[in-house]
Every structure is written in structure tokens, then in C-alpha cells.
């Protein structure tokens, strides 16, 4: 067994600062994309809580285009851990910091899981480890978009498991000059499914993996045997266990899509009655099921849609070179510059491969998934975040001869981009909605007061239901020109809220213009300002108006970034304010009053 040096005290020292730094970013509420929620946690905590959330189109069953397997895995698991920590008290919720923290630890561990795969595959093609892993580390990629619960950290996750599999079979044949071991295989197969199930644009990233998997094998095979026909038989046996991890995870997939999506149907043949997923590791179960519906194929539903311009169009159209001269730099500084260059430099001597295997796929890899993606007209930099490994792997070893003239730029750069993504943009909109839930679900000591009732907030009840007082109390939160809110950071299950006689309505009005908006909320109950103003500074703002609506309670609050101008609007001397809160959307109004633009406001209407 190959042993290898160890990290300097030094690299130790600075992964170890740089690895805090992303746990401190990991658990910041910046807000990137909605996707970091829709596309994963939105479903898996409203299955596993009960919460009442909003299905995004992708997993609405008339065409599911996404699969629910990975998210199962990478928050769905972490949600059942955090279910049975908080037991099943029926008087408690699940606040909304504890639902964010355990995605976000979830996908912090995953980053590790990245980085020991980095300095892996480093070690064994002799190139720098420690280079890779303080470059990784450092990457606001790494700090920012992977600690995020993106199917993009998943699809960097998966490409790296991959590309490290891929390591070790190069080593056993460099070594060994046999074929691949039919364990290394199979598991590479259950990668490249678990890619494409994960994002379909894996496959463009995967491919030159494949490639080199086959030529691998064809070279061992073919000095051995001259007759051709006993080549191919040879090489179609070879590949059998990659193929068959492909077919197994795939049929996995498909079978747990076509369940979960209520496309296919699981029934006991002897009463009818629907059988559950886990009853289904039963053998006694086997012997009385049914099966009736059809498959569902996530992976094809997906690539359908996105054929159809049209509806490329609903998620916006970008120009065919925005990947390369927008998204890349802005992605990768001046790594990606030393990329471009190395590259130009190598077709001009024409060095198509490199004496190392594994960064001829890496290369291979990085240039067809941006060449590739290029081609599609929906260019989101989070498409190009898989980049980090070719990137890393294939310039650690140049960038440890530039020492001093790369560092300092990548730092400074990286460093302002993960204050930008990781810590500002977009940042206050979890922390108010934190907020909105101890108030609107866990108030207590409700007192009339004419046609109003005040009620108290105790932070040391955080997460204790409203105590039942036979009074109905309702809040109605309003986002405006914020970002998609995830109902499930919410924690609201409206069964047991209402046992406690406590409701929630969640509007998007998103699409109204200002006067619009104002008019809307006229329609909606209103406080009396002058008392909740009071109200407020007697118990230093822990203080919940509701006004009597007929028969309950009612209140209305307004989310909206303080790049929508209401400082002359009654209820704004109220107000919750929130900071730092990038709105990076309006960068016009940003620029004409920067002072007054970086706050997220929170509005008793």
C-alpha cells in the first residue's frame, strides 16, 4: 500500500482557518438562487413533517422532471434525523432555524467529502495535494454555492466520486495492465446513473470519463487476443459490470420516481390496501404484490422539456457565449484565466493529452461540459460549479511553481465574492421569516384591547405552539419583489397549528406594481399604528397585534427589501428591519441611494 506524506503544519493550519470560514458562510442565510430550496428541501420536508409547502413544477406530478431519489438522500435523510431529535411532542414546531441549519450541515459534510477527494486523486497523479486543497478551500465556489443544497454541489459531488473511481482503475491498469476489477466498474456504472439522475448535464461532464474507461480496457484486451470477434466478446464483458451499476441505479431510480410520483401503484393482491415502501423489505410482503400504473423516466421528462425552447424561455434566454466570458471568469478569477492559457498553449505545441490519463479525462471533462452547455440558451453560472474539479486537479501542480504571482488575486477576489454570495446577497429573508414564525405560531398571553389583541413573544419558548385560548388567530404574510420564499422554513403543518388555533396564508404578489400592492393591502385588516408603536416600545418589539375580523383574529405582514421605497406609508414606523441584505436585482436604486438599500423590512400592515 502506497503511503504518502503528510500536510505540513502550516497547509493544516490554513485549511483549518479557511474550513472555519465555510462553516461560518455554511450556516450565514444567503440566499443564491430559489432552486437551493425548490429542487430539494421544499419536497423532502413536507414529506417528512407534513408541512404544507410549495411543490415547484418540476415535481408536480403531471410531468415530474426531476428525481426524488438524491434529495431523499442528501436532506431527506438529514429531516428524519432532526424529526426524531425533536421527538413527537405535539405542542412544539420545528423552527425555521433548525430546518435551515440541517440542510446547510448536511451539504457542509458533503464539501468534505470533496475535498478528501481532491487531495486523493492530487496524491496519486503527483501533483500537489496541498495546492488542491487550500485552492478548494478557498474557492467561493466551494464556500458560497457548494455548502448550499444545490443539485449542482450533488452533481460536483457525484463527478468527483466518479473522477476519483476513475483514479484508482487508471492506477490498477498502469500497475497491473488487467481489466478493470469488476467491483471498480460497478461502482463507477452506479455513479454516472446517480449523475444523470441528479442533473441531466451530467452526462456532459461524465462523458469523457466513459471514454476513458473504454479505451482503458480496449487497450488491455486487444494485444491478446488478434481475432476480432474474441476482442469484442472480451471488451463486451469487461464493460458488463459497468453497465449493469448503470442499469441497477437506474432501475432503483426509476422505481422509486414512478412510486413517489403515484405513477405506479403497490398493492396487497389479498385486501387492496396500498403497501408501504418499507413493507416492501419484507419477504412475506412479496408473495401478495400487486403492481399496477406505469413508469416514469425523471431523467427523459426533463431533457423533454428542456428541448422545447418555449419553455426555456419561462427561466430566461441568455446569448450562446455568456457561459465562457461571463459565468467561467466570474465563477473562477484568475483560475480561469491560467485554464485558458495553459490551453492555448498546449494546442499551439499540439499536446492533445497529457502524460497523466486522469487529467486528460479531467481536461476533457471541463472543456466538453462548458463547451456543451454553451450550446444551450439557459446559462446560469451555478451550471458551471462541476468545473472546480478539472480546474483544481489539472493547475495545482502550475500554480505551485507561480506561488506569489497567483495567491494574492485569487484570494482578494475569492474573498469579496464570498462576502457577496455567502454572506449579503439576498440574506435577510430567512432571518425574517424566522422571525414571522415565532410570531405568528408561538405567541402567548393574548390580552384584548378594544377591537385588538396584543400577545406577547418569549425567546426562551422558542419553538412552543401558541397555548389554545379559544381565540382564532390568523396572520397573512405578503412577500414583495423578494426572492421565492420556502414555505417549509415556515415549520407550518396546518393540521397541528390549527389544533392550536393558529393559521398561516402565504401570498407571492410579486407581479404587482406599487400602487397595486397598496391598494391590495387597504382590502386586508389593518392595525392601529399609534397602538402597536406603543405597544412595541413597552416590550422592546417581543410584541404580536392581531385585529378582530369577525369572528378571529387577524394581521397582515409585509416582506419587501428596502429597494421598494414605503417611507411615507403609515405603517412604516413599525417596521422590523433586517441587515445585510443585497438586493443585487436593482442594482439601479442600489446605486442612486447605496446608503439606505441593504435591509430587508418587515411591515405590520
Not at 216 to 242: D, G, K, Q, Y
Not at 283 to 310: A, F, R
Request: hydrophobic content about 45%; overall charge positive.
Amino acid at each position: 500500500m502506497q503511503t504518502y506524506r503528510p500536510f505540513s503544519k502550516a497547509t493544516w493550519c490554513i485549511y483549518l482557518f479557511l474550513l472555519s470560514i465555510r462553516t461560518l458562510i455554511a450556516f450565514s442565510p444567503s440566499y443564491i438562487h430559489p432552486d437551493e430550496y425548490f429542487q430539494s428541501a421544499e419536497v423532502t420536508a413536507g414529506r417528512v413533517f407534513g408541512f404544507d409547502v410549495n411543490i415547484p413544477w418540476e415535481y408536480k406530478p403531471e410531468l415530474p422532471c426531476r428525481s426524488i431519489l438524491v434529495p431523499s438522500i442528501t436532506t431527506g435523510i438529514p429531516f428524519l434525523f432532526l424529526k426524531a431529535w425533536l421527538g413527537n411532542n405535539s405542542n412544539h414546531y420545528a423552527t425555521t432555524q433548525a430546518i435551515f441549519f440541517t440542510q446547510r450541515l448536511a451539504f457542509l459534510l458533503i464539501t468534505l467529502i470533496i475535498d478528501a477527494a481532491f487531495v486523493r486523486m492530487a496524491r496519486q497523479i503527483k501533483r500537489s495535494p496541498s495546492i488542491a486543497l487550500l485552492l478548494v478551500s478557498s474557492s467561493y465556489v466551494t464556500l458560497a454555492y457548494h455548502t448550499h443544497p444545490f443539485s449542482n454541489t450533488v452533481e460536483t459531488l457525484v463527478l468527483t466520486l466518479s473522477a476519483a473511481v476513475l483514479s484508482n482503475i487508471i492506477h490498477d491498469h498502469d500497475t497491473h495492465e488487467r481489466v478493470t476489477p469488476a467491483g471498480m466498474s460497478f461502482l463507477l456504472g452506479i455513479l454516472f446513473a446517480v449523475g444523470v439522475f441528479t442533473r441531466i448535464t451530467f452526462v456532459l461532464f461524465g462523458f469523457p470519463f466513459g471514454v476513458m474507461f473504454l479505451y482503458l480496457n480496449w487497450r488491455v484486451i486487444t494485444p491478446e487476443h488478434r481475432s476480432r470477434i474474441t476482442c469484442i466478446r472480451n471488451f463486451a464483458f469487461a464493460c458488463l459490470p459497468l453497465a449493469l451499476g448503470i442499469a441497477i441505479m437506474s432501475f432503483v431510480a426509476i422505481m422509486v420516481d414512478s412510486i413517489f410520483f403515484e405513477k405506479l401503484l403497490l398493492f396487497n393482491k389479498t385486501n387492496g390496501a396500498p403497501i408501504l415502501f418499507l413493507e416492501l423489505f419484507s419477504p412475506k410482503t412479496w408473495t401478495h404484490l400487486g403492481v399496477k400504473g406505469s413508469i416514469t423516466v425523471t431523467m427523459l421528462n426533463n431533457l423533454v422539456y428542456n428541448m422545447d425552447s418555449e419553455n426555456l424561455a419561462k427561466h430566461g434566454l441568455h446569448p450562446r457565449f455568456f457561459h465562457v466570458f461571463l459565468n467561467y471568469p466570474v465563477l473562477f478569477g484568475n483560475l480561469a484565466y491560467l485554464a485558458t492559457k495553459t490551453m492555448v498553449q498546449k494546442a499551439r505545441l499540439g499536446e492533445w493529452t497529457s502524460q497523466s490519463k486522469l487529467v486528460t479525462a479531467l481536461t476533457y471533462a471541463g472543456i466538453s461540459g462548458i463547451g456543451l452547455l454553451s450550446v444551450m440558451p439557459h446559462q446560469e453560472a451555478r451550471f458551471l460549479t462541476p468545473l472546480i474539479l478539472p480546474l483544481v486537479i489539472t493547475l495545482s501542480g502550475r500554480i505551485s511553481r507561480l506561488g506569489r504571482k497567483f495567491w494574492p488575486l485569487w484570494l482578494l477576489y475569492n474573498g469579496i465574492m464570498a462576502i457577496v454570495f455567502g454572506v449579503i446577497h439576498q440574506a435577510r429573508l430567512v432571518p425574517a421569516m424566522d422571525l414571522i414564525q415565532r410570531q405568528s405560531l408561538g405567541f402567548q398571553d393574548c390580552k384584548p384591547k378594544g377591537e385588538h389583541t396584543l400577545c406577547l413573544i418569549y425567546p426562551s419558548q422558542s419553538g412552543k405552539y401558541h397555548f389554545d385560548d379559544g381565540e382564532n388567530y390568523t396572520t397573512h404574510i405578503v412577500f414583495y419583489k423578494t426572492y421565492m420564499p420556502p414555505h417549509h422554513l415556515f415549520g407550518y403543518n396546518s393540521k397541528m397549528a390549527q389544533a392550536h388555533s393558529t393559521t398561516l396564508k402565504i401570498s407571492d404578489w410579486r407581479q404587482l406594481d406599487r400602487s397595486e400592492l397598496l391598494e391590495a393591502l387597504k382590502r386586508e385588516p389593518q392595525v392601529d399604528q399609534s397602538e402597536l408603536r406603543k405597544a412595541q416600545e413597552m416590550n422592546d418589539k417581543q410584541v404580536v397585534m392581531f385585529k378582530r375580523d369577525g369572528i378571529s383574529y387577524n394581521r397582515t405582514i409585509l416582506v419587501a427589501p428596502s429597494t421598494v421605497d414605503f417611507s411615507n406609508e403609515p405603517f412604516y414606523e413599525t417596521r422590523e428591519s433586517f441587515a445585510p441584505h443585497g438586493n443585487f436585482d436593482h442594482m439601479d436604486i442600489i446605486l442612486q441611494r447605496p446608503m439606505s438599500s441593504y435591509h430587508m423590512n418587515l411591515f405590520y400592515i
